[in-house]
């Protein structure tokens, strides 16, 4: 029951940190006026971009803290005023942060947009990098990675079905559901800059 319990815990955090419905308005933007294939393409390309990121600094990312000489109390307090950061701005705009937006929505489709800004930084932003990092200290390494894998797969969905999804919810609903997720992400990120308080002064 632990396992499911903190498998859930895992993926449940990673997804309201990522906010596929925030990028899925981004993939409206950038795919509109394409065929249905090239929007599978882009769907492909963010989607595994991000996973490929996280997954890299889901191992990686504790060795170069340790190179760095940044120890993981002060990870959970950075990482959970980003993330704090991060949440409030979903919570008072709607949807990603203006700096991580990735520039102005009429660049064109062919300059691989769905890499850059779609897969990173809007997906696998410094708040979902960051998290994935502390997940891997706190929690059994397999349960993050089928996370990222979970989280990965419902966003590609998410993308695919976009305009589908777009139709039934409009814009607005769209937006109203990301600032729910900010809420839920700030009390992620006050329980994270708690923990790192915690270990710091090792209470």
Do not use: C, W
Not at 168 to 180: C, P
């Amino acid at each position: 029951m632990s396992t499911i319990y903190d498998f859930l815990h895992i993926s449940i955090e990673l997804f309201v940190v990522v906010d596929p419905f925030a990028a899925m308005i981004m993939f409206i933007t950038f795919a509109k006026e394409e065929t249905v294939k090239e929007r599978r393409r882009l769907a492909n390309d963010a989607t595994i971009a991000s996973f490929l990121i996280l997954l890299f600094f889901a191992f990686v990312g504790e060795y170069i803290l340790l190179y760095f000489g940044i120890s993981i109390a002060a990870l959970e307090i950075a990482g959970g005023i980003l993330i704090l950061l991060t949440s409030i701005e979903m919570v008072t705009e709607g949807d990603k942060p203006s700096g991580k937006r990735g520039g102005s929505v009429d660049v064109p489709i062919k300059r691989d947009v769905g890499i850059v800004p779609l897969g990173t930084p809007l997906l696998a932003g410094p708040g979902a990098i960051s998290l994935v990092i502390l997940l891997m200290h706190d929690y059994n390494p397999i349960l993050v990675v089928l996370g990222i894998v979970v989280v990965s797969m419902i966003t590609f969905l998410l993308f695919f079905a976009s305009f589908y999804i777009y139709d039934i919810i409009k814009e607005k609903g769209a937006r109203a559901l990301t600032r729910v997720f900010g809420i839920l992400v700030a009390g992620f990120a006050v329980q994270y800059i708690l923990t790192g308080v915690i270990l710091f002064f090792h209470l």
